[in-house]
């Protein structure tokens, strides 16, 4: 008997027919709502060419790529940052010391619970109290760090939880330490099982940057907001937004197929295994050990 048939009842006939039947009706109600979502854009004259004209000026495509430029520098310093500290705060949360283990649990917490919003408006406003300068990259960034990578903590403890416990005695049994059982043994196991949650989480981060907008940081959809609010090309906020979600899903469609190749990647390496011996080879070692 197969797994999946003990996880659950195998479909009938009927059941599959259903199944069949609920997956064409679906895939024809999503159809329909794109179709009629596309007609009331014609409808109101959102295909027009003034409203997309400006896309064929030099200036206009610089623009977008300043603000797809600034939207990746921030995802990119933020996400380096927020795999740190995630790092270093799962393995905190795992010590055995509670001295550790109670300040990393309060500040993960804490930053999990606090929206992602109120963080960058402290890491920017709250600075501005006081009269302190800061880089409205940086007052982004931290916000992200924190959120994200209390996210990342949690992700990498569980991932390191979900090896099976007789790996850690077994490395205990042969005289590893428990920083060498956490590097050497349970790390490349559970980075296997936690590469698709992490790679889902930094696609999180990547489109999170949008709230710079509300600190006028010039990523991708502020620039976008201000392209389309041009009233010489009939306010084009919707082609604007279309162009900037493509480019938005292209970022995390390539992020998504590099986590595939890496996972296959990761799945060819050769792992470790016991030297077969020969037969003749075997009895004699045994007959020694008599």
């Known amino acids: ?23 064409v009706a679906s895939i024809a109600g999503i159809v329909a709502l ?6 009331k854009f014609y409808e109101t004259g959102q295909f027009e060419a003034r409203k997309w004209e400006q896309f064929e000026y030099a200036a206009v495509q610089r623009e977008l790529l300043a603000g797809l430029w600034a939207t990746l520098k921030a995802a ?3 996400a ?16 055995d ?7 990393a649990s309060f500040v993960v917490e804490l930053f999990r619970a606090i929206p992602l919003l109120i963080l960058i408006f402290f890491g920017y406003y709250v600075p501005l109290q006081y009269g302190w300068s800061i880089d409205k990259l940086w007052a982004l960034v931290i916000g992200l760090v924190l959120y994200n990578g209390s996210v990342l903590a949690e992700i990498f403890r569980a991932g390191i939880n979900a090896v099976p416990y007789g790996q850690t005695e077994g490395a205990y049994a042969i005289g590893l330490r428990k920083n060498q059982v956490l590097r050497l043994i349970l790390l490349p196991q559970a980075f296997r099982s936690m ?10 981060l990547l489109k999170d940057t949008a709230l710079g907008f509300i600190i006028t940081y010039p990523e991708l959809l502020f620039v976008g907001k201000q ?3 041009r009233l010489a090309f009939g306010l084009p906020y919707v082609p604007t937004y279309l162009i900037v979600a493509a480019i938005y899903i292209a970022i995390c469609g390539l992020l998504s197929i590099f986590a595939w190749w890496l996972q296959k990647q990761l799945g060819r390496m050769p792992r470790t295994a016991a030297k077969v011996l020969p037969a ?10 008599v």
Do not use: H, T
């Open 34 to 39: 794109l179709a009629y979502i596309g007609w």
């Open 1 to 23: 008997m197969s797994q999946a048939s003990v996880l659950y009842d195998l479909p009938g006939p009927k059941a599959r027919r259903r199944n069949a039947i609920l997956g």
């Open 97 to 103: 010391k509670w001295v550790l283990r109670a300040p």
């Open 227 to 229: 392209i389309g609010g």
């Open 76 to 78: 990119g310093i933020a």
């Open 280 to 289: 003749q080879d075997a009895g004699e070692d045994a007959a020694r050990m």
């Open 195 to 204: 590469l698709p949650a992490i790679v889902s989480q930094l696609v999180v």
């Open 80 to 95: 380096v940052l927020a795999l740190l500290f995630g790092a270093v705060f799962a393995s905190a949360r795992l010590s």
